[in-house]
């Protein structure tokens, strides 16, 4: 037998078996990943040629060590494009001096361009070719010329400590050239947002033995330095970029020097046995393999992004993108929700980048209230600011540039939460001890504002802003958040840190009479006598609901307010953007609508999501939030609680997901938890208690159970297990009568079709030949002259590049079979909008519409489905619509009557193309972004 398994299996395969064996003997789940071909499955790749250059940033391969950051592109055919990056590096301006503009931060105190490097290379380009290996957190790349070829790796060395730089390591068998190129170091919004701004000094340079050193100075006598050389061997180029110092110059060739001092194979070394290390926290799969790559694509990023000592996250990480709109941190959503996945993900030491903020800054954030308040309150700024969290007079803000109403004042208290889940995720009661003093500020700004209505007998709010709304009284943004902190400081006083604070009495006095949320037919309102009437991207009137998670689901009448609150709010599609779906399905999974958590997702992913997994919301308007949000939300599917249940894979929706597991997630409570799913069965679930907490267990599993050991349970009325599990004790559970075991968790199979879906991929199309309908298919010839064009006429025939990642049956008649959005340009009718889409009515027509006018051409299948004019307002939002392969229709997942298809022109202006050729894509992001088009076309003739 022995002779037999390795030729049967192999010998990974017989590892798997001895571990299951022993895992069923102990009860004990074992996880059997091999992570360097796991997550390289999930790796970005990144190619282009002549024809198809990637120059935009949304097409870079990136890196970062919480600080520095590198984002690797072309800048033409023969150039790469290396953009480096600080967190650290901001505008110091003070208020009140000569140069500081009006007192607004984006003016003063920005986060500042730095700059780039060219590595220049002769000849024809034949292609260019990168792949992020997430597993050891490098990027390495080739590129192709008729004159020879140029091998690279690229890091920002995550070993910060002993070298602070960038790594890029190249061989190459042609000469090259590199050239660095600083940016103006000014804010982004000068001049037309900065009237009279006083630009700083223009960059200086200079050599320190064989160190290059740019050095910027500031207005404020300060600098920070760009320095950088190759090592002895001149195959590796170091780059270093120091903080705003007082001898910025030093700082960067100090670390220079360093990595020179250390060598190469040092470094990379320790920056391999770092990012190794970092992964097996805890471990998630699923059948999804393109949801999949994104999920860890997500956990790369956050650990490039910040780190324990680092820079908070902001809007851009450490990748600096030239000409954003938003160079700063943002408070009213932005920083919270690109913190949300690392608590679940048990990576509680990054959220530490964001404790420390808050703790470095609290005079600031004290300043940031009215002069009779900061006795003993606090408050964040209303909208963004610089590092230093100051409220100036940006934008929303209240009296005299303070954060006072009628602007948005509960941003610190949504912050304050986020604090707090760090103890409710560890149950550490030294957080909630560090942690007390601002909260407590940030508790008892609210008691100076609120006002006792004799009237009623409740306390109320003034008018306030509820972020991206209206300003209203008692606004449920600030009665959500301000009756989170009440409970929660209550309780902090009371069971956790077991002091009497002189104001637990008026707290206590506050939250029994603080008026209830204002409801009005559709649900949870703004505030009093303000409705949501509109479209609102942002969920701040929902907050009760989630993330703050306060209401009771179990009480019926609750339930069904928040069902009909979150109803009106995803009702109204208009304004609403990519981020709103990173809320929207998780509140979809709490009303047990597993599906929609599900589509909310894909729609993001293939509406919203840039091909390396970036997000933005306007022109270069990089915003980091989105995409870790909507790793939190796939977390949120597997494993989270509310109520005081723990619910596991409560949002899988076993119709798109087959198989999903995850090892040693967090959880609140204290526990570290792991379970396997397949087709709709959860195998197990298994909990490790750290503290001791209560347990309830609430999953599809059906009792009577097995717990493995043996611990005191009970089965309660809702169908939840509780578990009497103590401190430091691991549990495995199961359902009794099912097979027990084998308890190994491994990564789903997935579908290799799917595997390295992220990154850029372009090139030109594979056309064939297929019948449509039992008539004559012709060929094409697809025009590429116009770059970024998705539908061209050409000749007599009008080409439609969609997104698909579906395929054709003989007859052509079966467009896709996934979930999908459809993004065309319309060549010469429609040139000067993002989106000329097109629709198909009950009578198999096609409509496109170009301009404000149809085509109508017969042929087509499909039923009708959602269309967007053209026009301006259309800005790069999409019709998403799905065909469904058994009943073979075509299903729109926009339920806005406003954008169904209306009455077309037949044949306008007599140049009705004689056939039309749908080409389809295997790339993912195809959209405006010019990504691949590939495998397939058909031609659709006319009768």
């Not at 040092?266 to 998630?284: G, M």
């Not at 509680?348 to 609290?362: A, G, P």
């Not at 506050?510 to 509109?534: K, N, Q």
């Not at 717990?707 to 691991?730: C, H, K, T, V």
Request: proline residues 6%; hydrophobic residues 40%.
């Amino acid at each position: 037998q022995d002779l037999w398994f390795p030729v049967l299996v192999g010998p990974h395969m017989r590892i798997v078996i001895l571990l299951a064996l022993l895992s069923v003997a102990a009860g004990r789940a074992v996880l059997d990943v091999d992570w360097r071909a796991f997550l390289a499955r999930a790796d970005p790749i990144f190619e282009w040629t002549s024809r198809s250059v990637a120059t935009k940033w949304y097409q870079s391969a990136f890196v970062g060590n919480g600080k520095l950051g590198m984002m690797l592109r072309a800048r033409d055919a023969n150039t790469l494009y290396l953009a480096v990056s600080s967190s650290a590096v901001w505008d110091d301006r003070e208020p009140g001096s000569p140069y500081a503009k009006d007192n607004n931060f984006v003016c003063d105190r920005p986060r500042l361009p730095l700059g780039y490097f060219l590595l220049k290379y002769p000849g024809t380009l034949v292609n260019v070719t990168m792949r992020m290996h997430l597993y050891d957190g490098v990027v390495n790349g080739n590129v192709t010329t008729s004159a020879g070829t140029v091998s690279f790796v690229a890091f920002a060395h995550a070993d910060y400590k002993s070298a602070d730089v960038i790594a890029f390591r190249y061989t190459s068998d042609m000469p090259v050239e590199f050239e660095f190129v600083p940016l103006p170091a000014d804010s982004t919004w000068a001049p037309s947002g900065c009237p009279n701004y006083v630009y700083n000094p223009k960059p200086t340079w200079a050599m320190s033995g064989t160190i290059n050193v740019t050095t910027q100075m500031h207005l404020s006598g300060k600098s920070h330095a760009t320095a950088h050389a190759h090592d002895v061997d001149g195959t590796t180029l170091y780059i270093a970029i120091s903080d705003v110092l007082s001898n910025g110059t030093a700082s960067a060739i100090h670390d220079v020097q360093a990595a020179l001092t250390l060598g190469y194979d040092a470094i990379v070394a320790a920056h391999t046995q770092w990012w190794n290390a970092y992964y097996p926290a805890s471990f998630l799969t699923l059948s999804d393999s393109r949801m999949e790559a994104f999920y860890w694509i997500n956990m790369y990023k956050l650990a490039s992004g910040t780190r324990a000592d680092r820079v908070v996250y902001d809007l851009m990480g450490p990748w600096f993108i030239d000409g954003t709109p938003w160079p700063d941190l943002h408070w009213d959503l932005n920083v919270q929700l690109t913190y949300w996945p690392l608590y679940t993900a048990n990576r509680l030491d990054l959220i530490e980048s964001l404790m420390s903020l808050m703790d470095t800054h609290v005079q600031e954030l004290i300043n940031n209230t009215l002069p009779q308040y900061r006795h003993d309150s606090a408050a964040a700024p209303s909208g963004a600011s610089s590092l230093e969290c100051r409220e100036t007079c940006y934008w929303d803000y209240g009296q005299d540039c303070l954060t006072t109403p009628p602007t948005i004042l509960g941003n610190l208290m949504w912050v304050m939460q986020l604090y707090y889940q760090v103890y409710e995720f560890s149950l550490d009661d030294s957080v909630v001890r560090r942690m007390y003093p601002l909260f407590r500020r940030a508790v008892n700004f609210y008691t100076h504002i609120q006002y006792l209505n004799s009237s009623d007998g409740f306390y109320h709010l003034p008018p306030s802003l509820s972020p991206e709304y209206a300003v209203a009284p008692d606004c449920n943004y600030e009665l959500s958040l301000y009756r989170w902190g009440l409970e929660t400081i209550i309780n902090a006083c009371e069971n956790i840190l077991h002091i009497d604070d002189p104001n637990l009495g008026l707290w206590k006095d506050s939250l029994s009479h603080l008026v209830p949320y204002p409801v009005g037919p559709d649900g949870y309102m703004i505030g009093r006598g303000v409705p949501l009437s509109s479209g609102h991207r942002h969920f701040s009137h929902l907050f009760m609901i989630f993330p703050l998670l306060n209401v009771n689901f179990s009480d019926s009448d609750a339930y069904h307010l928040a069902e009909r609150s979150f109803d009106h709010w995803m009702g109204l599609t208009t304004g609403q953007t990519g981020f709103s779906r990173t809320a929207a399905s998780p509140m979809n999974m709490l009303f047990g609508r597993r599906e929609a958590a599900w589509t909310n997702l894909t729609f993001l992913l293939d509406d919203w999501i840039l091909p390396n997994t970036f997000y933005q919301e306007g022109e270069n308007g990089e915003c980091g939030e989105t995409p870790p949000a909507a790793s939190s939300a796939i977390q949120d599917w597997m494993l989270m609680s509310w109520n005081g249940i723990m619910h596991v894979f409560s949002g899988i929706y076993d119709g798109a997901i087959s198989e999903a597991a995850f090892y040693r997630l967090r959880a609140a409570g204290a526990f570290l938890v792991s379970s396997r799913r397949v087709n709709g069965t959860t195998l197990f679930v298994e909990i490790t208690s750290e503290r001791g907490a209560p347990l309830r267990l609430q999953s599809d599993m059906v009792g009577p159970y097995i717990l493995s050991p043996s611990f005191p349970s009970r089965i309660l009325s809702d169908g939840s297990l509780e578990i009497d599990l103590p401190a430091g004790a691991q549990v495995t559970v199961w359902s009794q009568g099912t097979a027990p075991g084998p308890f190994v968790i491994t990564e789903a199979k997935g579908d290799p079709s799917e595997f390295n879906s992220w990154g850029y991929q372009a090139g030109g199309p594979a056309l064939v030949m297929l019948p449509c309908a039992g008539k004559p298919s012709q060929m094409f010839d697809f025009n590429f002259s116009v770059p970024n064009s998705l539908i061209r006429l050409h000749g007599t025939n009008l080409c439609i590049a969609t997104s698909s990642c579906g395929a054709l049956n003989g007859d052509g008649l079966d467009l896709v079979q996934c979930p999908q959005a459809l993004e065309v340009i319309a060549a010469n009718r429609c040139e000067n909008f993002l989106n000329g889409l097109w629709t198909l009515d009950h009578n198999n027509q096609l409509f496109v519409n170009a301009s404000g006018r149809c085509m109508d051409i017969n042929g087509a299948a499909g039923p009708v489905v959602d269309v967007w004019d053209c026009s301006p307002s259309a800005g790069y939002h999409n019709t998403a619509w799905t065909y469904n392969v058994t009943d073979k229709s075509i299903r729109s997942l926009d339920t806005d009557p406003d954008f169904r298809a209306g009455p077309c022109l037949s044949n306008p202006e007599g140049w009705m193309p004689q056939h039309i050729a749908i080409m389809l894509s295997s790339e993912p992001s195809f959209k405006q972004y010019g990504a691949r088009v590939s495998d397939f076309s058909f031609v659709v003739p006319q009768p």
